[in-house]
């Protein structure tokens, strides 16, 4: 499975991005995908995640209410809308695949596949 990112880029904050996810294989379906984020000097977190089904999905606190995760799988992919962006939310936005969850779970260990990443950054 191939994961490709994109929609990352410099926007001032308040401002809004959508990032996609595109992914090669005819079993995107059944995977459980998340985004997550690294900071310079940070450990990577979990921003969002979506079960396989779509039907169950994670946030992190600092995000909710701004950040949306959605599952398109006629398209193979997933996304990322984030409004009213802020400094702090200034990362690298990896995408990833589950193959074997049932739910969205929020740990990069349960994630096999990974995107090469995409860089995002919001000025004051």
């Known amino acids: 499975v191939q994961l490709v990112e994109s929609g990352g880029g410099l926007v001032q904050a308040g401002e809004s991005l959508r990032l996609s996810c595109a992914a090669s294989?005819?079993?995107?379906?059944?995977?459980?995908m998340a985004w997550f984020r690294q900071a310079l000097g940070k450990e990577r977190e979990c921003v969002a995640a979506?079960?396989?089904?779509?039907?169950?999905?994670y946030y992190t606190d600092s995000v909710k209410g701004r950040f949306t995760i959605s599952k398109d799988n006629a398209k193979n992919t997933v996304y990322l809308q984030m409004n009213s962006l802020k400094p702090e939310d200034t990362a690298v936005y990896y995408c990833?695949?589950?193959?074997?969850?049932?739910?969205?779970?929020?740990?990069?260990?349960?994630?096999?596949?990974w995107g090469q990443g995409t860089q995002v950054t919001v000025s004051s």
């Open positions: 990833a695949a589950d193959p074997h969850s049932v739910t969205a779970p929020k740990f990069p260990n349960d994630y096999l596949y």
């Open positions: 294989g005819r079993t995107f379906r059944s995977y459980a």
């Open positions: 979506i079960s396989w089904s779509g039907g169950s999905t």
